[in-house]
Every structure is written in structure tokens, then in C-alpha cells.
């Protein structure tokens, strides 16, 4: 079992195995991270997007936080969702996490920018559907959508109990 150890892109960003001392990490941007022990994974989005998945049964969770909503042809990197999302499900899986426990959260993808408020199709909503359209074909339960607005968002997740926190900045 991993201590709140985040994947990350290493062209991107250096990898951080741990949480720190407190028992918190931040998720950076293009990262994602799986945990079974006490730990509180924090991040913040915008137009981004993070899907948090659970398993009861295995008192194991995930998150992801991804900026744009699929990849281009042969660019593994978790800042898209299609890949993150796909990342974070293996990860699960490969700690004992099984697909049809799964419960899934998606938070984000609020509009930010003044400029494209009232806009159909900005980059949140964008990423909202592609997050939501990998878990239908996985077959994910989505049990909450805290998605859209104009705010940013504040999440903090323990990946060992499920328990979610959102606050709208």
C-alpha cells in the first residue's frame, strides 16, 4: 500500500513519493494520487477537473486534477482527463481497488474567465463531459457532480475514508 503517493508526469514535475510530515499533499496540476492510510490530498481547480473515486470495501480512494479533456495521439501525460482518468482506475485497481465498487465524484470545471462566461463549450465544461463520458465507459457510478459556475473550488480528500470536502472560493 502507498502513503498518499502521487503518479505525476516527470517531464513536468518531480515526483513526490510522500505526503509530508502532517500527513497532507497538494496535487499539483497533470497529477494524481492513490492512498489507503490517513492522509488529506488537497487541490484546487478552476476550468480543471478532478475526479475522486472510492472504495468502501477496500477504504481506498483516488484523485486526479486535470486542465484539458483529451489527449492528442500518443501523449500519455495525466493533464489530459482521458489519460488521467484511465491512470488513476489502473492505479486503483493494481492496490486492490475493484471497478464495480468504484464511486465516483467529479468536482471543477467551473468558467473562470470573464471573457467566455455564458459560452457553450468553454474549456471547463469541456473537461466536466470528457471526465464524465470515461466513466460511463467504465462503468463508474458518478454518486456527485460539484461542476460548473463561475468560482474556483478547494477539495480536500481522504483517500482512506472517502470523505470529501468543497469550498467554493
Known amino acids: 500500500m502507498i502513503a498518499c503517493a502521487p503518479r505525476v508526469h516527470a517531464a513536468k514535475f518531480p515526483s513526490r513519493a510522500m505526503a509530508d510530515a502532517s500527513g497532507k499533499l497538494y496535487l499539483h496540476p497533470g497529477e494524481y494520487a492513490v492512498g489507503g492510510v490517513p492522509c488529506t490530498i488537497t487541490t484546487i481547480l478552476g476550468s480543471c477537473v478532478s475526479v475522486c473515486l472510492y472504495d468502501p470495501a477496500e477504504r481506498l480512494g483516488g484523485l486526479n486534477h486535470f486542465l484539458l479533456p483529451t489527449a492528442p495521439a500518443h501523449d500519455p501525460s495525466p493533464r489530459y482527463g482521458d489519460v488521467a482518468l484511465q491512470q488513476l482506475i489502473a492505479m486503483l485497481e493494481s492496490h486492490g481497488a475493484h471497478r464495480n465498487r ?33 466513466l460511463q465507459e467504465q462503468r463508474i457510478a458518478v454518486s456527485t457532480r460539484l461542476v460548473g459556475g463561475a468560482r474556483a473550488r478547494k477539495l480536500r480528500f481522504r483517500p482512506d475514508t472517502g470523505y470529501l470536502l468543497v469550498n467554493t472560493l
Request: include cysteine; glycine fraction near 16%.
Open 102 to 134: 468504484l464511486v465516483a465524484t467529479v468536482i471543477g470545471g467551473a468558467c473562470v474567465l470573464d471573457a467566455y462566461h455564458g459560452v457553450r463549450g468553454h474549456i471547463g465544461s469541456q473537461n466536466v463531459r470528457a471526465a464524465l463520458r470515461v
